[in-house]
Structure formats: C-alpha cells, structure tokens
C-alpha cells in the first residue's frame, strides 16, 4: 500500500539550516548535508531543501550543496528557492536533485510550469504554495516569501498550476507555519480532495497527533515540518511508529 | 566489475551513479556502444516520457544495441518500461525483452503514484536478503502489466509489474537509487 510520506525540510541560508518562526527570526540548525543524511537514517521518506533567501536577494541555490547531498542521501530529495527558469532547473537536477519546487516565478509567469513538465516530466515539478487565511474566510496565495500579498485564491492557482503541468503542490500555511498547533486541515483537505496529484501538507505540525489529523482528517500525502524534527522534539521513529499503531500507512 | 550506465535523454542517471558510489562501486555514464558492450553490468535508468526517450535510443541505434546486450542488463523505472514490448505512452513500441505492455493506470487514486510502497511475491535473486514486502520509492504514471516475467508484485489499485527478468535482462519500477537501505541491497545483488 501506498504510504504517507514524513518530510523534513531544511531552509538553507548561507549554506546553513535555518528555520524561522512565521518566516522571520532565523535560529541555525546545522549543517544541511548532515541533518539531511541523519532524517535519511532515521526513516524520513524525502527530504525538501528550500533555499529560503534565494529568491529576495536573487541568488541561486547552491548546486554544489545538492551535489553533496545527492552524495550523501540515499532517499528522494526536492530543491527550491529562486528557480525561475528551465535552465536554472537543469542545473539543479543534473547535480543530483529529483525533483525541484517552483513558487513566485511560477506564478509571476504560469507558462513556466507548463516549461518545465515538458522538458523534466511533471513528477519533478512541485508547486510551492504559501498560503494564508484573510478575514473574508478564504485562502489567498502570498508570494516572496509571504511578503507580497495576492488576491488570487489558493485553490484556484493549485487547478491551474494542476492543469499546466504542476506532479505535487507543496502547501504552506502562513497563519500556521511556526506555531505549532497543528495543520491547516481545511485548506488541505480541500485541495487534497479535489486536486488529482498529490498534496504536501506544511506549517504547524508540532505533535505526533497533528500529522495523525492531517493525514486522517484533510488526506494529506505527505507532511513536511522542520524545527520540530531539527530540534530532536518529535523524533521520525517515534512518529511513525505512533502513526502506524493508528492504522495510518507509513513505511517502516 | 566494469558498469556502464546508459547515457541517454532521461532524468536519473546522475542519481544511479551516486548510489553506485555510496556502496562502493564505480561507474561509467556513457553512450558508447563499445564501452557498453564489454561492461560487466549496464544499468538503463531513465525517468521520461517514453516515445522521446524511445526515439532518442533508435537515433542513436542504442535501441539494437541494448537488446542485444549479454551481460547483466538492470532497468530502472522507464528504463524497465522500455524493455517491454509496447507502452501506451506516446503509444510507442519499444524493446520487447519482456513479455508484456505497459499501461496508464486506470483509477481514481491520485497519478502518478508518487512515494513508498511495498514490494511482494519477491523472486530471484535480484531480491536476496531484501525481506518481501519492503518499501520501495516509485514516482510512475504507467506500470507494466503481470506475466511470466514478474518477479514482483506491488498493488496501486491493480497489482502490477515491480520488477521483471528475463534471461540477462531485469528490470525494476521502483527507484532503487533512491529506496534507502532495500534499494541499496538490490543494487548490491545486481552488481554482486
């Protein structure tokens, strides 16, 4: 049986680990190749590398970091951050990345999507969404790092870039990434329900009941966290092993 | 031990060569006929869309070259596919080592089947010392259909095709560059 996927991600900046809380107050966690290679030994079933500064101060992430982690890891791992172009694609998955992560240059210009699942086949193209609950009650997608707001619906984009190519949409909710408190079950569970490909649910998981709903209660494929696996407070075995006593599908 | 990865217009190659590396072999990425032909083992990786990367071996007569090989042969994920006899992808007819088609899967569930499932009904020893139903990474849309080839199960809807052998020819849906520990021990039997 198809499993549900456990996935840390690792925010690089400078080459290092970081994770913000609401996307500021950047605390190091480490060196990405080891963290990554560890979370590989102890179960984890990808690993996300998002090169977090990349696309404010335009740089490119690191290609020779993902060739020390293709080096290294022996589980699939996605890279983002900055990618804009097929070329910049190119680069990333000729040093060894599997998939890659598109976010604001994807939706500053679709057509990239569509690019992409053309050139690289749409199961390395992972659509990255941030997300974030305004007060007329629905979702709107936030670009830049959630600095820049839009007005365009989150679950119309997630069709859209469904239908122009996307093989996975990485969904990041704002109003709950860094607090702890659990997944976004609405918002996932509606895109998991209606999108046929699958949804990374991201932002808020912070116990071992919180991946339990949001794979139960929204469907979820995946859940991605970071400071709580960087931070030894929920270790990969311990929760697998609490997913699977409830019957949800993990790979042991 | 001699291995030559096949060089053609497909994604994973790169991947296969580092997990080589990381259990302690070498190999050569190549699209040299004489240098495939005199490897110990060749490895056909491939991730892509069938009729291309098809079109691309027969352009560069790789198509003749590769069914004709005598050595171990492993095919991973399109690369397995294209060993069968017709894909419906592009609908393309393709190498024919194995005696079956491959299909889009027919189903509700989401597509491509994209993670960890497991292996059954393991056979042969490509599998030695990988215990059945071990988890393996897949990331496919079609999937070769059983038959007398199969030498492992795995059920996404349907049960289909993980992996298949035939005479020197085998071939694997799974990533197994990228399936931890278990990818790792078939790789070790392959080259063993």
């Known amino acids: 049986m198809l499993t549900k996927r456990i996935i840390p991600c690792l925010d690089i900046k400078d080459g290092r680990t970081v994770k913000g809380t609401n996307f500021v107050d950047l605390r190091d966690a480490g060196d ?50 900055g990618i804009s172009s097929v070329e910049d694609v190119n680069v990333l998955l000729q040093h060894g990345a599997d998939k890659i992560s598109v976010n604001t240059a994807a939706f500053r210009r679709p057509e990239l999507i569509g690019e992409l699942a053309a050139e690289f086949g749409s199961q390395c193209v992972v659509l990255a969404i941030d997300t974030r609950l305004e007060e007329d009650g629905d979702w709107y997608v936030y670009l830049n790092g959630g600095r820049t707001a839009t007005r365009t619906r989150c679950a119309d984009w997630a069709h ?8 996975e949409i990485l969904l990041t909710s704002m109003n709950h990434d860094g607090t702890k408190a659990g997944f976004a079950l609405s918002i996932t569970g509606l895109l998991s329900r209606t999108l046929p490909v699958p949804v990374i649910a991201s932002g808020g998981g912070g116990t071992l009941q919180h991946f339990a709903d949001v794979f139960e209660e929204a469907g979820a494929d995946a859940a991605l966290a970071a400071s709580i696996f960087h931070f030894k407070e929920v270790a990969i075995p311990e929760l697998k092993a609490f997913l699977d006593a409830k019957h949800i599908p993990v790979r042991k | 031990m001699d291995i030559a990865i096949i060089k053609y217009n497909a994604g994973n190659i790169q991947s296969v060569l580092y997990a080589l590396e990381r259990i302690g072999a070498t190999a050569q990425v190549t699209d040299d006929a004489e240098l495939i032909r005199s490897a110990d083992r060749v490895i056909f990786p491939g991730v892509g869309e069938a009729a291309s990367a098809m079109q691309y071996l027969k352009e560069r007569k790789l198509d003749l070259l590769i069914r004709e090989l005598k050595q171990p042969v492993l095919g991973i994920c399109l690369g397995m596919q294209l060993l069968c006899r017709h894909s419906e992808e592009g609908d393309t007819a393709c190498l024919g080592v194995f005696d079956t088609t491959v299909k889009r899967f027919n189903t509700t569930l989401k597509v491509p089947q994209i993670g960890w499932n497991n292996v059954e009904a393991l056979r042969g020893p490509l599998f030695e010392g990988v215990a059945e139903n071990s988890y393996f990474y897949f990331v496919h849309s079609y ?25 020197n020819f085998s071939g694997v849906q799974f990533h197994a560059e990228k399936s931890a520990a278990a990818g790792e021990q078939l790789l070790k039997n392959f080259i063993r």
């Open chain 2, 143 to 167: 999937y070769a259909a059983l038959c007398a080839d199969t030498i492992a199960e795995t059920t996404y809807d349907i049960r289909f095709s993980s992996a298949l052998s035939h005479g």
């Open chain 1, 32 to 81: 990405p190749v080891e963290l990554g290679a560890r979370y590989a030994a102890e179960g984890a079933d990808e690993l996300v590398f998002l090169d977090i500064t990349a696309t404010n101060e335009k740089r490119k992430t690191l290609a020779s970091l993902v060739t020390r982690v293709a080096h290294q890891v022996n589980i699939p791992f996605t890279v983002g951050g």
């Open chain 1, 160 to 167: 859209e870039a469904v239908s122009r190519g996307a093989g």
